[in-house]
T-cell receptor, first 111, second 115 residues
Framework: GDSVTQMEGPVTLSEEAFLTINCTYT??????LFWYVQYPGEGLQLLLK?????DKGSNKGFEATYRKETTSFHLEKGSVQVSDSAVYFC??????????FGRGTSLIVHP | GAGVSQSPRYKVAKRGQDVALRCDPI?????LFWYQQALGQGPEFLTY????????KSGLPSDRFFAERPEGSVSTLKIQRTQQEDSAVYLC?????????????FGAGTRLSVL
């Protein structure tokens, strides 16, 4: 079945540091890929998505590129802020509309 | 409303007690999903509604779990005879229509603790 593997957290960075959170997936066919963010006490929010190979999703300074050859969708940001502290979930949707989520990676950004 | 609303935000239940969790989706959204999120894990799919029809309940972990959406808007997830392993955050999400490319909007969840 479909699965998503994320790097374990927490990831702890200083403000303005470069962020990478790794995500790899296993799926049949050509899934859509997503990153969701969950701030403390809130529900998940869609951060960005990509629906086909080589697509780049971007939002709020975050980027991720759909790499079919490496089955990866790594999340990057050039300069993180304290307000980016949250839990980030990688997810995929295959042929159905039911997403499969990774375990989540906690990001802590210090001033 | 402006977003997906879930109530209560927190629920403490004694083992064996029945609980009911409510979800108010975004007005006009056809699709509604329930997920279970254990501590330190990602959301796991429980069940899916398209309007009032429950089209997929393959994720419900046992027959103690029951969900309904009788008028195609508000949904209730009921857990009978709660067990400690039911302790988790229960998330509801809605989307405009059943397209695989549509964005799901999540509520803040109900944190259930079974003692």
């Amino acid at each position: 079945g479909d699965s998503v593997t994320q790097m374990e957290g927490p990831v702890t960075l200083s403000e303005e540091a470069f962020l990478t959170i790794n995500c790899t997936y296993t799926a049949t066919g050509y899934p859509s890929l997503f990153w969701y963010v969950q701030y403390p006490g809130e529900g998940l929010q869609l951060l960005l998505k990509a629906t086909k190979a080589d697509d780049k999703g971007s939002n709020k300074g975050f980027e991720a590129t759909y790499r079919k050859e490496t089955t990866s969708f790594h999340l990057e940001k050039g300069s993180v802020q304290v307000s980016d502290s949250a839990v980030y979930f990688c997810a995929l949707e295959g042929g159905s509309y039911i997403p499969t989520f990774g375990r989540g990676t906690s990001l802590i950004v210090h001033p | 409303g402006a977003g997906v609303s879930q109530s209560p935000r927190y629920k403490v239940a004694k083992r064996g007690q029945d609980v009911a969790l409510r979800c108010d989706p975004i007005s006009g959204h056809v699709s509604l999903f329930w997920y279970q999120q254990a501590l330190g894990q990602g959301p796991e799919f429980l069940t899916y509604f398209q309007n009032e029809a429950q089209l997929d309940k393959s994720g419900l972990p046992s027959d103690r779990f029951f969900a309904e959406r009788p008028e195609g808007s508000v949904s209730t997830l009921k857990i009978q005879r709660t067990q400690q392993e039911d302790s988790a955050v229960y998330l509801c999400a809605s989307s405009l229509n059943p397209s695989a490319k549509n964005i799901q909007y999540f509520g803040a969840g109900t944190r259930l603790s079974v003692l």
